[in-house]
Structures are given as structure tokens and as C-alpha cells.
RNA sequence: CGGGGCGUAGCGCAGUUUGGUAGCGCGCACGGUUCGGGACCGUGAGGUCGAAGGUUCAAAUCCUUUCGCCCCGACCA
């Protein structure tokens, strides 16, 4: 391609709506353009991005022998009906009407539609076992979408689904896809961790998520310094260190006068004197957890919501409370942290000042191992401006005790008992073994060998494919732009003949076409632009290699070669250039693990 | 949904407090000089000031309503 006729507008500011950098770079560098909240249109360069992302994944998907199909986007409301999601789903999903009234949405994703098409189709244990996939568009009415590509209303998705004859069956497609998934991460260049995760409304009872490592993830994710175990920390575990207080020693409780002490900072703060530091101190959270008729989001109204409800959750002032794992205490879907006036009226104090010591109402009351085991705590007083020191599990309150903490760097690994480091990522792939939960709702089945009939056991697995290209910046830039790993690059490389000498624009030509016939995907900077905006605009959009070609080197038969990621430049006789460039753009794609 | 911020030329912004006929930088067009890290000089095109209503002789500016976007939180594959 000649720069001269491409489509590629840069820009030198950046955009006012950009915070993370691959958002402000995906913008500066006319990848992509906002079209309103979370709906962007692909650009060439961030198009041609994108076609590399997705004949890595068609290459490895089609490898772990999948199938590729296409669904539409726009679907009837019968298949979500048909499962219960199109209630379940909420507002996430995005409805419309047809001229004549007929219910329809665009599709979140695809489990229906693909069982629809199996269940129609196959019909027997011969047919199996069966992996479907699609690299498609979704639409999710995210409640806030955010950082450009990362969570979008409409993004690219691969979602991939696989029917076998049993569970076993379907443990080995989830393996598969699974070692598929790790040659797709690698071929992009990306650092990441798989961990265990919760499964969401999905459903089901395995699954693991991709995470790509990045500053700006939305996810908590822990992983052991010494073995394999990693996990998000929503479902997170830790060694249990299952000791109870020992009280022996502990003085009497003593209620003590703390205006204004409502965080634990405070309350640090104010019993600092003491040596009393956020560990010692019991942490009691109220969580509102009705029980909901099924298939209904919650319909209590929270004022009207009986004590027996709400339950206080106590734990150490330096942990964070786990809702997944108080929401599983409690038997319930979910729990929701309960309202400042709600705390008032159960339990006639507020926020800051709640505590497990003889609460006014008989609500619930749940401990965390590590709150359990203070044996000289402070917690509130459920009287306004009190605290109680001196408190103790066992002694001064009861309760039950379990792990309901989200576990954090340090914590002891739950496998090996080694040390959890913690990091953020960014979801880029989740793999589910999905069992019958749709092939059963959806009568799906075919007959086995002994002529019975059986529900397809079904998993699923899904690649953000326009989160991975964005992924990739947050992995790969610096403060001059994009630093794209070979695989993914909109070019592999860009040549830049210097200046108006016509010599050197005629042996840069030269040069890109050899590159051309060589395979290599090229760039030539034909523009009638001075040296510093070829320099910039080429960081800018981060081609890998740069070929630099000027009158001075042009004498001596040299031309320039450099790597993007690297800082410095190594002359190449001009005759061996395109050599050079052919063997590091082999040996990088090599080092990615894809074909050279 | 709660909190905060912002809508003025393609992009980034000033002007709003104290109403008076819309400005700067970048980009764009033309001419000239320049040419290895986003050059310089000159000329020029480009704006219903998010929208609607109101107050006023006069509204980007004041009042009301409304729409949109971003950030934090809630929520979320």
C-alpha cells in the first residue's frame, strides 16, 4: 500500500473522551471512530487489525477441528423465550419490533440459536461430537460502556460451541479448546494468565477465563508465585487459616465514644493510640438478600424488606467482602449491599457504627475465618458514635463462619500454600463446559447407541475479538504509540524514502515492491512529508519494522533498519535489505508460535 | 441508577462569572522558503455556539426543559 493513497487520518491531539492508551491510540492512530456510546466503525488500519486477529483464531479453531458458521445478529424472541433469558436478560438486551409487532433482539449471544440449528439437525450419537463457531457481531446494552473497544455495545465476537454424547465427551472438547486458546493468546503476542472463574448467567459448572494482563483491566485476578493455581477473584480461594479467637486475655468489652468515626480509616485512625490497625478491627456490612421467585429479578421493595432478609456480614477491616461467596453462603442468585436507610431502620444505627455485638434486629449475622480469629477487636456499637473495643468471636458475638473475603496479594495459595500475587486483567476469552442446561430446556437431543434419547452435552467459548485488538495496545505501546507484535500488525513493515530526491523515492520503490514479491506485507511512505512526520506517523501507528531510506545513506548503498520495540537503528547494505526484512519478520512470527 | 465533569470550526480549547453582532492552536486550501523526528512566512475557506422554549432592544453568556458524551461507583461474557 502507498501511504499517499491510504486512508490512515492521524491525529496529533488527543481526543478529549480518551483515557486508556489504547483507546487514545486505536483514535490517534485512525483505527477506529466513535459513531455514539460504545459503537465504533473500523477505519482500514484497525479493519486490517482485525482481519489478522481473526484469521488466527479461524487457524487455530479450524485446527481443533471446529466448524465455522454464521448467525444472524437479529433474532426472533421465541429462542430466548424458549430458555427463559429473554426475562432474565434484562436490559442488557436489545429489543426491537417489527412492522408488526413481532418481538425481536439483536443477538448477546448465541447458545439458543446453535442448539436451535443442532437439535434440527442432528440426531444421532454418530453425528457427535460437533464444535460450531462464528466471529460475529453482539449486542450487549452495557449499562457503561468504556475504553474504546474494550466494552462496547456492539463487538466482535468468537463464540464457539461444542455437542457431545456425554460429559466426558464433553470435559475432552473443553480441553481442546482450551489448548486452542492458548495457541490463539500466544500467536497474538499477549501475556496472560488462565483462571478459574465464575461462570455467570451463562450457567454451568467449569469454566476458566483468559486474562490478559494489564494495568487498566476491570478484573482482580490472583495467581501463585510457586505453582499453576490462578483465579479471579470473585471465585478466588485461599489456605483457610481456620483458627477461632483465642480470648484467654482479651480485657472485658468497653464501649467507647468515636463521633464521627465511620470508615475504617477513621477508626484506625482514632485508635491508632491503642495499636488497634485496620486488622484488628471487625468490618460489619449489611447485604439485602430476598429470596426471588424464579426466573424474576428481585421484586421486594427495599423498604418493605422484613429483618430476616438483611444479614451482617463481619469481616477484618483489611479484607473486602466476597459477594459471590456470601450470596453462596446464603443460598441465594445474588445479594446486594443494603441502603444507608435501610441499615437505619433494621438496625437503628448507621452505616460505620453496625456491629455483631446484640444487633436490634434478629438479622442473620455471617463471619470470615480472619474475622472470627481476632481475639481483641474493635467493631461498632449499633449505638450512634460508639465502638466497642475488646471484642472477640465466641465470646462477645456469634455467628456463622465461613470464607466470604475476596482474597488479595499475600494470601496463602489454596493448592501448594505459597504466596498469591494479585494483578488486573482484562477478560479476553472465557471457555465453558455448559452441560444440559440449554440442550434440556430446548429438548435438544439426539439417540445414543443403544437407541435412547439424550440431551446434547453442550460447552461454549468465547473470544472478545475486538477487546483482544485492544488488549494488544495495552500490552504493546510507549509514549510514541503502538508497538504491534508481528502477528497482528496492519503492516509488517513501512518503508520511508526521505526526502525529494527522486533517487532515493525511485530505490524505496524498489525496495517496497521486492518486499511485496516477498510476501511481506508493506508500507511505502510516498507522501510529500517532511522526515519528522514520516518518523511520527510510523511510531504512531506502530509497524514493527521500518525500512528508512535517505540521500546520505543512498551514497554509501545503506539503507536504515529498525525495529519499533527496539530504540535503535542498524544499517543494512541496500542489496540485502529486503532479506533482512523477510528473515525478522519470519523469525518473529516464529517466536509467536505461528507459522513464519 | 447514584456522584462528578463536559457539549463553541474536522481535532484540542478560550470566551459564560459581569449579555453587545464568535476567537486561538492544530488540521485543511493556495503561494513562497524549508527538508533525518509532528518546519516557517503570507493569504484563505470553514461555526444554526448540542437541541427546544423563555427573559431582553440584544443571549454562546441569564432562566426552564431536554438530548448526548466522558470519568468514578453500582452493574456486567
Known amino acids: 500500500m502507498r501511504y499517499s493513497q491510504a486512508f490512515i487520518p492521524t491525529l496529533k491531539e488527543v481526543p478529549k473522551d480518551a483515557v486508556d492508551a489504547s483507546h487514545v491510540l486505536l483514535l490517534r492512530g485512525g483505527f477506529i471512530r466513535m459513531i455514539g456510546s460504545g459503537i465504533y466503525e473500523m477505519l482500514p488500519l484497525g479493519q486490517r487489525v482485525l482481519g489478522r486477529v481473526k484469521s488466527i483464531i479461524r487457524d487455530e479453531m479450524n485446527g481443533a477441528g471446529a466448524q465455522e458458521v454464521l448467525m444472524p445478529a437479529i433474532l426472533p424472541a421465541s429462542y430466548f423465550q424458549e430458555t427463559g433469558r429473554w426475562d432474565l436478560y434484562g436490559d442488557v438486551l436489545l429489543r426491537l419490533k417489527d412492522r408488526k409487532g413481532g418481538d425481536y433482539h439483536l443477538g448477546p449471544t448465541h447458545e439458543e440459536i446453535v442448539t436451535d440449528m443442532v437439535r434440527h439437525q442432528v440426531k444421532s450419537y454418530r453425528q457427535l461430537p460437533l464444535n460450531l463457531y462464528q466471529i460475529q457481531m453482539k449486542y450487549r446494552d452495557e449499562p457503561r460502556p468504556r475504553a474504546g473497544l474494550m466494552r462496547c455495545r456492539e463487538f466482535l465476537m468468537k463464540d464457539a460451541y461444542s455437542f457431545d454424547v456425554s460429559e466426558e465427551k464433553a470435559f475432552e472438547s473443553y480441553a481442546t479448546m482450551r489448548q486452542a486458546y492458548h495457541r490463539i493468546f500466544r ?22 477465563e483468559f486474562q ?8 482482580r485476578i490472583v495467581a501463585c508465585t510457586a505453582c499453576e493455581y490462578a483465579a479471579n477473584v470473585e471465585v478466588a480461594e485461599t489456605k483457610l487459616d481456620t483458627t477461632v479467637a483465642d480470648f484467654s486475655a482479651t480485657p472485658a468489652p468497653e464501649l467507647v465514644k468515636t463521633p464521627k468515626t465511620k470508615t475504617i480509616e477513621q477508626v484506625a485512625g482514632f485508635f491508632e493510640k491503642d495499636g488497634v490497625g485496620p486488622d484488628r478491627i471487625l468490618k460489619s456490612l449489611v447485604f439485602l438478600a430476598p429470596k426471588k421467585p424464579e426466573g424474576k429479578a428481585a421484586t421486594v421493595e427495599p423498604a418493605e424488606a422484613p429483618a430476616s432478609d438483611f444479614t451482617l456480614v463481619v469481616v477484618r ?3 473486602d467482602v466476597n459477594e459471590i461467596l456470601v450470596a453462596r453462603a446464603l443460598g441465594v442468585d445474588e445479594v446486594h449491599l443494603a441502603s444507608e436507610a435501610d441499615v437505619k431502620r433494621v438496625l437503628g444505627v448507621g452505616p460505620g457504627f453496625v456491629g455483631p455485638v446484640e444487633p436490634k434486629s434478629a438479622v442473620r449475622v455471617l463471619v470470615d475465618h480472619a474475622a472470627a480469629a481476632v481475639s481483641d477487636g474493635v467493631c461498632g456499637a449499633n449505638q450512634w458514635d460508639h465502638h466497642l473495643a ?3 468471636y465466641g465470646r462477645d458475638f456469634q455467628g456463622e463462619v465461613g470464607h466470604l473475603r475476596l482474597v488479595g496479594e499475600g494470601d496463602a495459595c489454596p493448592s501448594c500454600g505459597g504466596k498469591l500475587a494479585a494483578y488486573r486483567g482484562i477478560e479476553g476469552g472465557h471457555i465453558f463446559v455448559l452441560g444440559t442446561h440449554y440442550s434440556a430446556k430446548m429438548s435438544a437431543t439426539f439417540l445414543d447407541e443403544h437407541g435412547e434419547s439424550k440431551p446434547f452435552v453442550m460447552g461454549c467459548y468465547g473470544i472478545g475479538v475486538t477487546r483482544l485488538m485492544a488488549s494488544a495496545i495495552e500490552q504493546h505501546h510507549d509514549a510514541d504509540g503502538i508497538r504491534w507484535p508481528m502477528s497482528i ?3 509488517q513493515a513501512v518503508v520511508l524514502p526521505l526526502g525529494k530526491d527522486d533517487d532515493v523515492l525511485t530505490e524505496a520503490t524498489r525496495v517496497y515492491e521486492a518486499l511485496k514479491a516477498a510476501g511481506i506485507d508493506a508500507l511505502l511512505d510516498d507522501r510529500d512529508e517532511r522526515p519528522g512526520v514520516k518518523f511520527k506517523d510510523a511510531d504512531l501507528i506502530g509497524i514493527p519494522l521500518r525500512v528508512t531510506i535517505g540521500a546520505r545513506g543512498l551514497k554509501e548503498g545503506q539503507a536504515e533498519l529498525k525495529l519499533r520495540a527496539e530504540k535503535d537503528a542498524k544499517n543494512v547494505p541496500l542489496a540485502e535489505v529486503v532479506d533482512a526484512v523477510v528473515a525478522t519478520v519470519h523469525a518473529q512470527l516464529g517466536a509467536l508460535g505461528g507459522p513464519a
Do not use: M, W
Request: charged share 20%; net charge negative.
Open 187 to 208: 500467536r497474538l503476542g499477549l501475556d496472560y494468565r488462565v483462571v478459574q472463574a465464575d461462570s455467570g448467567q451463562i450457567g454451568g459448572k467449569t469454566s476458566a
Open 212 to 219: 490478559i494482563l494489564a494495568q487498566s483491566g476491570e478484573d
Open 317 to 319: 477491616g483489611d479484607h
Open 390 to 392: 475488646h471484642v472477640a
Open 489 to 491: 500488525a496492519p503492516f
